[in-house]
């Protein structure tokens, strides 16, 4: 069985090397949705794969960290990256270029992550992520599995290489969030609210 829960976000990038001049040329931002699809052949205590109340806290987080922030990609001119930084709040720094293809991605990986470090506390039995859809606008999307979101043909996603700004980090409901990610710390999923 397949489950899916959506996260919305509003972000602003650059896509350097895309063909869209203006994609490429101007800081732009677009309303994003993010569906994470979980799978399992088995149901929890209470009949569901995963509580869906159970992601309002430290996936919704990991989401929560690009909304109004820059993404800015690590390869970019450093004049321009020391620019976001000084200019905004909420910035994340990325090793990759913040295309939607990459977002699906890097959130493949953080909530990949982040789920085999969370301890079930309601019988949750083999949840694995499905895939992440990122839609960019209304008419695209890309989505990653797996196999995409590990590939060394689309790029590495190193996380000690991804920045978060002090700000968002002093957002996160779990203070070391991203460092206990990092870390391989576990996590207990704490009952639903």
Known sequence: MI??????????HVVRGCSTIKCRSSIHGHSYKVELLFSSNFLDNGQMVYDFGLMKQNMKDIIECFDHAIAIWSGDERGYIDDMKKHSSRWVLLP???SAEQFSRIFFVLIDKLLSLTTSINGEKEV??????????????????????YSKNMGIINLDEIIFSDEIQNSWQESKLFEKIKSGEKFLNPKSV
């Open 96 to 98: 990759i270029s913040p």
């Open 3 to 12: 489950i899916r829960k959506l996260f919305k976000f509003e972000n602003a």
């Open 128 to 149: 694995k992520l499905h895939s992440v859809i990122v839609h960019e606008t209304d008419t695209g999307y890309a989505q990653a599995f797996e196999e995409d979101a």
